[in-house]
């Protein structure tokens, strides 16, 4: 396995993302299925089950949480592209830059298995 000698603010812009990314994922399980207002619904009965598909009224997202999720959303989106626009990049061999980009997405999961900090979520893997 190869290894890269990131330098340490691309490590720390990736880390951040990870972290803003989890943050934004939390928010949106907390969130209504809509973010206007909008009736609920019930489809139809599945056939062999008494399952229904379905969503209960939304009463839309609150201003906070408006404002809050396009925080969190602007927040990953920059730290997406100041990742993956790092100067670094240019500085690999042709061909290795898959590797070295699948490496960084990786390189804290050791430090978060030490500290309990780490996620299950298999979603961190945006850039």
Do not use: N
């Amino acid at each position: 396995m190869t290894t890269y000698d990131f330098p340490d603010d691309l490590r720390d812009a990736q880390l951040r993302l990870h972290q803003a990314g989890a943050a934004y994922r939390a928010l949106c399980r907390t969130l209504p299925w809509s973010a206007e207002p909008a009736p609920g619904w019930e489809g139809d009965k599945q056939p062999y089950t008494e399952y229904r598909t379905g969503k209960p009224d939304s009463p839309g997202y609150t201003p906070e949480q408006k404002s809050e999720e396009a925080r969190l959303r602007g927040e990953v989106l920059q730290l997406s592209i100041a990742v993956s626009t790092h100067p670094y990049w240019r500085t690999l061999k042709a061909g290795t830059t898959v590797d070295a980009r699948m490496a960084l997405k990786h390189i804290h999961d050791h430090d978060q298995a030490l500290t309990g900090t780490g996620t299950d979520d298999r979603s961190l893997q945006s850039v």
